[in-house]
């Protein structure tokens, strides 16, 4: 085991905390999953594994939630999924230097941070209005989200589920289902670009740990979403949380400067 007793159990109730908010809202957390592991690991290919791993995890028991509910819609996810996937391979085959690694890290964790902010607070509009974009937009998302998503190893959901919600495509239900499944497919991708170049690294016996606390967690979120549960507070704190640390992370490990 590489972390000391109380550093594995203080990272599994992060993870457990994270996985039960963002699944609450539709994500995955692998955001936050990689600024605390960016905490406790050096190796970034470790770092973004294991993100990928636990991300996977909790979207899985999600996208089956929403499949129940009838909200996986995916005749019109399909554009989304298909651009996304082999641009997320590519990504994660990508041999990033260390702080090219936390640069690109740092910049979109508060990214994803702003985007949460400002998806929480932005006027509310009607459900009902659903304007008709041209097909090829849904493709060029999904495939600039994929490509992101695999460089820094996420899912990408995070940043998709708030354009969507900007643009009025469809209910925020449906939009957090797309989220979901969006993030299942490209976990997915990424895994398999990262196996194929070789960087595929986990803490076997950490990675056993977190995917217990994020299965757990990501069941009791995706129920209190479903159960109606205001997503609004639960964005904003997580947003404040990613923010620091993406700072962090942007300046210490990407641009080296002390503190």
């Given at each position: 085991m590489l972390?000391t007793?109380p550093?594995?159990?203080l990272?599994?109730?992060?993870?457990?905390?994270?996985?039960?908010l963002?699944?609450s809202?539709g994500?995955?957390g692998g955001s936050?999953?990689?600024?605390?592991?960016?905490?406790v690991?050096?190796s970034?290919?470790v770092?973004?594994s294991?993100a990928?791993?636990?991300n996977?995890?909790?979207?899985?028991?999600?996208c089956?939630?929403y499949?129940?509910?009838?909200?996986?819609d995916?005749?019109?996810?399909?554009p989304f999924?298909?651009?996304?996937?082999p641009?997320a391979?590519?990504?994660?085959?990508?041999?990033l230097?260390e702080?090219?690694?936390?640069?690109?890290l740092g910049?979109?964790?508060?990214?994803?941070?702003l985007?949460?902010?400002y998806q929480?607070?932005?006027?509310?509009?009607?459900e009902?209005e659903?304007?008709?974009?041209?097909?090829?937009l849904?493709y060029?998302l999904g495939?600039g989200?994929?490509?992101?998503?695999?460089?820094?190893?996420?899912?990408?959901?995070?940043?998709?589920a708030?354009?969507?919600?900007?643009?009025?495509?469809?209910?925020?239900?449906?939009?957090?289902?797309l989220?979901?499944f969006?993030?299942l497919v490209?976990?997915?991708?990424?895994?398999g670009g990262?196996l194929t170049r070789?960087t595929?690294e986990?803490p076997?016996m950490e990675?056993?740990?977190?995917?217990?606390a994020?299965f757990?967690?990501?069941q009791?979120g995706?129920?209190?979403?479903?159960?109606?549960l205001?997503?609004?507070?639960?964005k904003?704190?997580?947003?404040i949380?990613?923010l620091?640390?993406?700072v962090?992370?942007l300046?210490v490990?990407?641009f080296?400067i002390a503190?």
């Open positions: 972390l007793l550093e594995f159990f990272l599994m109730l992060g993870f457990f905390v994270i996985a039960t963002y699944s809202v994500f995955g936050s999953y990689l600024a605390l592991l960016s905490l690991f050096v970034f290919f770092i973004r294991t990928l791993i636990c996977l995890v909790v979207v899985t028991g999600s089956y939630m499949y129940k509910k009838g909200y996986l995916f005749k019109k996810f399909l999924v298909l651009s996304s996937i641009m391979f590519v990504g994660a085959r990508f041999r230097s702080n090219i690694f936390f640069v690109i910049f979109a964790l508060i990214i994803s941070a985007a949460l902010i929480t607070f932005k006027p509310k509009k009607s009902g659903n304007p008709n974009y041209p097909s090829y849904t060029l495939a989200i994929g490509l992101l998503s695999g460089l820094v190893g996420i899912g990408g959901g995070i940043f998709l708030p354009i969507l919600n900007h643009m009025k495509w469809d209910k925020s239900i449906k939009i957090a289902a989220a979901s969006f993030i490209n976990s997915i991708s990424g895994i990262l070789g595929f986990l076997y990675v056993i740990g977190l995917i217990v994020v757990i967690g990501g009791i995706i129920r209190l979403s479903l159960s109606r205001t997503g609004s507070g639960i904003i704190v997580t947003a949380l990613v620091l640390v993406g962090r992370v300046l490990n990407g080296q503190f």
